[in-house]
């Protein structure tokens, strides 16, 4: 128990998303645009988020993508009844893409016809059994949803750091853009976590505002210990040859990462020179490992 | 309104009878003294204040507040106003001269003194109105005259304040307060021997009219330490009349401070707070200075001393709270090397860079290569070896900067040099490109040569001048950068002649003098460089060092006189400058045209206009130059060689906006001139390193052409500034290492990136490829 702990900790700390294969269910809604420009942006976002979240998904039944015209109240919430209702989920990821507002009190995801409420999402989100959740609230004035939406077991994005900050947010863009770059992916595992997928988009909001030399409406958030643990994007061999990779090799691969965040864990209390040594031989196990699974996927994917 | 203001400037609060007492008479020295010294001379005083005043003048300080507080409290209100002050409490005096000046608007005394109270407190703006209005009561009344001369000579009016006085001193040859307001301007133009007849002059009125000396006395003492006398006898005088009267070593502080000598400052001060430990504004002056000269501990006890006793004195809290700052900066040393002429071998002397955290990895590279090969360069060029530490402060807070430097915030300076040690802006202390720091640097290491070569004698314009000129010669920016609005007062002959020059430092008399003085001085140290051999600098400076001033140092050094110079300075700027100064008001004209049309829409009259501007004066590439509107207008026509060709020839006559220099670097790699745009990226460094972009780029170029070291900085640079992905840096840096031969370190960084991403299939190859493991 004290070593699964320990462990955890390790993979928290030293930031490798872990390897397992993915096994989210993903649901993207974009609400109310307001103008035609807007629809379109909000629209494009979600289907570019709900594409990638397809490319590693076991079933397609596991994205599921609600915009436009489609995204009314009685839909979205008897949408996420349903999912209540259903079989318990591992990971739940879900996207509110969009305007919100907030008139001190509540916030209000904006949709044709009467709004959702914050405290209607956060009802259907407790109602749901999962193990863990990613809530991305990517509009504005959704700062005010932070709080109510903290638990355990689950990570919370917003857009804003609070509920006063109501202009139209750039966070969906960057969403995007941190799903399908490489850049992203911080630790080169080829899977980009909700971690590094706020991290990128976060880095690139305050770059937006800087180089425009703006005052920045949007200070986006991240609350949630699981944010390195889950997954919103795969890419390279891991996404294309992930059928032909034999377990076993992924499970060596997982086994030789854990060692190293263990021994990466206890750095400081090892001789430097000592550490790199040790570190050096798992690095190149692992490195030889990585090796085999590239040319096994590539030669299962020639036949 | 002016209440107001007042109540709210922070420098008084009302404070409790038992917290005003032993605040008493530091306060009184600080405060009650309007124009600058310790002695009031209200001509008009009432006869119950002048008793106190005097049990004060004789040191007897517990009798004189037993005096004053009866009165502070007192029917009068003009007179329990004038008590409030004494003792220390401005915010109730200044309630009660507002009341006395309601109850009797025709007396132009009260307002007079109200207006003192306002000049006491560092406020001259508020002081002068209430002096206007007292000599519209009456408009001979003197005391109201003076106090609107030392408003004057404390505010931006000050040439206005000085032909003021002497009017007023011409009409009335024996007053004392405006002796001795001549006095001390004598004595900071160092003319001694009118200081001493007006002081002469002041002693014997004072003896008539019965009136305390010790002002006098100070600054006899002051004239004295400018002959570098220490032992002055005034001082045992005063001592003998006032035993506690630390003004005596306080007020010569003054002129050892604006000669920049800070340790002999120290050593005075010192003695003001052993004859009287109640001065406060000694201490906190000798808490300041003792910072200037890095004993920051020693700072800390005697600010802290300074506050106990007064907490309202603004520059005390200020640098109490610059203190606190001081715990985020970290010293890095470091150890230069240099080469006296007369030296076989070389020598070493330690450098402390004084960073702040946040920014201490990425900048330190940079401050350390300039301020070792400055070190280098100027001990070489000046003969003088560095006999202590030398430390650079760089501040990304401009107001804890100006704290540092005048110990206010606000100030416009970028950089000051305290002697060994000098403080700055740090790049990110102002916008992206808003001033190029290197020169800045540059130009402040020089002041620590020509300050310390010549013990803090020099005049300002020729430390002044020295670095100008060697930001020019030998400095991280190329050409010769002077002002449009200094070129225009050059052609309107507003150059001051070489003997006067300082004058236009610290007593300008049109707005942008001081620039156009930096510029002349440079000027004039350029010539002299270039007419008799850059020696004679040096040489001039170990005559300034004997004591001698510029006439003197001009004759024995270059055997001319400075009229002479004059006359040489306008052949030199007509041969350096005559082609733009003859053609000033034409090329003004051509640049405001160019900067009227569009780029866009009218290119080809940019083009032709920017041309002709360029040829008049093709070395003009500061803020408005005619380069960048070419090379726009090149580019909306498709003329994409020229438009470089353009940004070429801007940056190469010294062009440092960071933008601009970014595109050109990205258009010279896209042309394959990698190690062209290295060269450019390069010079970003000096104006604007706090940039991601710039150092993986430069660090990647590096790699690229082979210059492994450099790749090395800027890759140990871009990690300072925290990257995304530090991974990918660490596999460059190992990469570099890997290149010099530097397998260990190449390991060592391999395995950092794969810390940072265990799977990087790039670094998992080099470490395959450094341990020669293959399997």
Redesign the interface.
């Known amino acids: 128990m004290r070593m699964r702990s320990l462990w955890l900790a390790g993979l928290l700390w030293t930031g490798i998303t872990p390897l397992a294969n993915a096994a989210n269910t993903t649901v993207v809604i974009s609400g109310l645009g307001g103008n035609a420009d807007y629809t379109e942006q909000f629209a494009r976002y979600a289907t570019s988020i709900a594409d990638q979240a397809r490319l590693a998904a076991r079933s397609p039944q596991d994205v599921i993508l609600v915009r436009g015209d489609a995204a009314k109240r009685s839909i979205i919430i008897g949408l996420l009844n349903n999912l209540s209702k259903g079989p318990a989920l591992d990971t739940l990821v879900l996207y509110l893409i969009g305007h919100g507002s907030f008139d001190g009190d509540n916030y209000k995801f904006n949709i044709p016809g009467a709004d959702i409420t914050g405290d209607e999402i956060v009802e259907a989100l407790n109602a749901l059994n999962t193990n863990r959740q990613l809530v991305v609230v990517a509009t504005s004035a959704s700062g005010a949803l932070l709080e109510p939406l903290t638990q355990d077991n689950r990570v919370v994005i917003t857009a804003t750091k609070n509920g006063r900050e109501r202009n139209a947010v750039r966070l969906p863009m960057y969403l995007v853009d941190a799903i399908t770059d490489q850049k992203a992916d911080t630790d080169k595992n080829e899977i980009i976590s909700a971690k590094e997928m706020f991290a990128y988009a976060d880095r690139a909001i305050t770059s937006y505002y800087n180089t425009e030399k703006l005052l920045a409406s949007e200070h986006p958030r991240l609350e949630g210990e699981l944010a390195q643990s889950i997954e919103v994007a795969r890419y390279g061999n891991l996404l294309t040859l992930q059928a032909s990779i034999p377990d076993e090799l992924l499970g060596k691969r997982e086994a030789i990462s854990n060692q190293i965040s263990t021994l990466r864990l206890r750095k400081d209390d090892i001789d430097e020179d000592d550490y790199f040594d040790r570190l050096e031989n798992l690095m190149l196990e692992l490195a030889d490992v990585q090796k085999t699974i590239d040319q096994a996927g590539n030669s299962d994917n020639a036949n | 309104m002016r209440i107001n203001s007042f109540a709210d400037s922070g420098i008084t609060r009302s404070a409790g009878h038992l917290r005003v007492i032993p605040r008493l008479l530091a306060l009184f020295a600080a405060l009650h003294c309007a124009t600058g010294f310790t002695e009031e001379y209200d001509p008009d005083r009432e006869a119950s204040l002048l008793q106190c005043d005097n049990l004060y003048d004789r040191g007897n300080i517990d009798a004189a507040i037993d005096c004053f507080l009866p009165l502070s409290t007192g029917a009068s209100l003009h007179v329990a106003a004038e008590a409030q002050w004494a003792l220390g409490d401005t915010k109730k005096a200044n309630e009660y001269f507002r009341r006395a000046v309601a109850e009797q608007p025709g007396n132009p005394h009260i307002r007079a003194r109200w207006g003192r109270l306002f000049l006491s407190t560092h406020q001259p703006s508020q002081a002068v109105p209430l002096f206007e209005e007292a000599m519209q009561l009456d408009p001979d009344y003197l005391h109201a005259q003076i106090g609107l001369v030392a408003a004057l000579i404390n505010s931006q009016s000050g040439s206005e304040g000085r032909r003021l006085l002497l009017q007023l001193h011409a009409e009335n040859p024996d007053n004392i307060e405006l002796l001795l307001l001549r006095a001390r301007l004598e004595l900071e133009q160092n003319n001694l021997q009118t200081a001493d007849t007006l002081l002469d002059t002041a002693l014997v009125s004072a003896e008539k009219n019965n009136m305390a000396p010790l002002d006098i006395y100070a600054l006899k003492v002051s004239a004295d330490l400018l002959r570098d006398i220490d032992d002055s006898e005034w001082v045992e005088k005063a001592l003998a009349y006032s035993p506690a009267y630390g003004d005596v070593y306080f007020i010569p502080v003054h002129y050892h401070l604006i000669n920049y000598r800070y340790r002999e400052s120290v050593d005075l001060l010192r003695k003001a707070v052993n004859v009287q430990p109640t001065h406060w504004s000694a201490h906190s002056q000798l808490g300041i200075n003792l910072l200037r000269l890095n004993d920051i501990d020693g700072a800390r006890k005697h600010l802290e001393i300074a506050y106990t006793g007064d907490p309202y004195d603004t520059a005390t809290v200020n640098t109490l709270r610059l203190l606190e700052t001081l715990k985020d900066f970290k010293d890095i040393d470091t150890e230069a090397t240099f080469r006296l002429d007369s030296d076989i071998a070389d020598s070493t002397a330690p450098v402390v860079m004084r960073l702040h955290r946040d920014e201490a990895k990425y900048l330190s590279p940079y401050v350390e290569e300039l301020t070792l090969k400055a070190v280098e360069t100027f001990s070489r060029r000046y003969n003088f070896a560095l006999k202590e530490p030398l430390i650079v402060e760089l501040f990304p807070n401009h107001d804890d900067f100006a704290v540092r430097t005048v110990s206010t915030p606000g100030v416009g300076l970028l950089g000051v040099t305290f002697g060994y040690l000098l403080a700055m802006d740090s790049p990110s202390g102002r916008p992206p490109g808003d001033f190029h720091w290197g020169s800045t640097l540059w130009h402040e290491l020089a002041h620590v040569f020509t300050i310390e070569a010549s013990n803090h004698r020099m005049p300002r314009w020729f430390t002044e001048g020295v670095s100008v000129y060697e930001e020019w010669q030998t400095g991280p920016l190329r050409g010769r950068h002077i002002p449009v609005d200094v070129l225009q007062a050059i052609n309107e002959n507003k150059l001051l002649p070489i003997a006067d020059l300082d004058n236009g430092f610290v007593r300008p008399t049109y707005p942008n003098q001081v620039t156009v003085s930096y510029m002349q001085a440079g000027l004039v140290c350029e010539m002299i460089s270039e007419f008799w051999g850059h020696d004679k600098l040096v040489k001039m400076l170990a005559q300034f060092n004997e004591r001698q001033d510029t006439r003197e140092a001009v004759s024995s050094v270059l055997g001319v006189s400075t009229e002479f110079l004059d006359q040489e300075l306008q052949r030199y700027i007509k041969l350096k400058l005559g082609h733009v100064i003859d053609n000033f008001a034409e090329w003004r004209e051509i640049l405001a045209s160019v900067h009227q049309s569009s780029p866009s829409s009218d290119a080809a009259t940019v083009i032709a206009l920017a041309t002709q501007a360029n040829n008049i004066f093709p070395e003009y590439v500061d803020k408005g130059n005619a380069y960048i509107p070419l090379h726009d207008a090149y580019e909306a026509i498709g003329k994409h060689e020229k438009a470089v060709e353009a940004l070429e020839t801007w940056y190469q006559f010294g062009g440092y906006e960071p933008d601009m220099l970014h595109q050109l670097a990205h258009r010279l790699r896209d042309l394959g001139r990698t190690e062209a745009a290295s060269e450019v990226l390069e010079s970003i460094n000096w104006v604007s390193p706090n940039s991601i972009d710039l150092h993986e780029r430069l660090g990647k170029d590096y790699l690229e052409i082979g210059n492994y070291r450099g790749a090395l900085r800027e890759f140990q640079s871009l990690l300072g500034l925290n990257p995304?992905?530090?991974?990918i840096v660490y596999l460059d840096i190992a990469r570099a290492h890997q290149q010099l031969g530097e397998l260990k370190p190449a390991?060592?960084n391999v395995?950092r990136a794969?810390?940072?991403?265990?799977?990087?299939?790039e670094?998992?190859?080099l470490?395959?490829e450094l341990?020669g493991?293959s399997?």
């Open positions: 995304h992905d530090k991974s390991r060592r395995l794969l810390e940072q991403a265990p799977f990087f299939r670094a998992q190859e470490l395959v341990t493991d399997s």
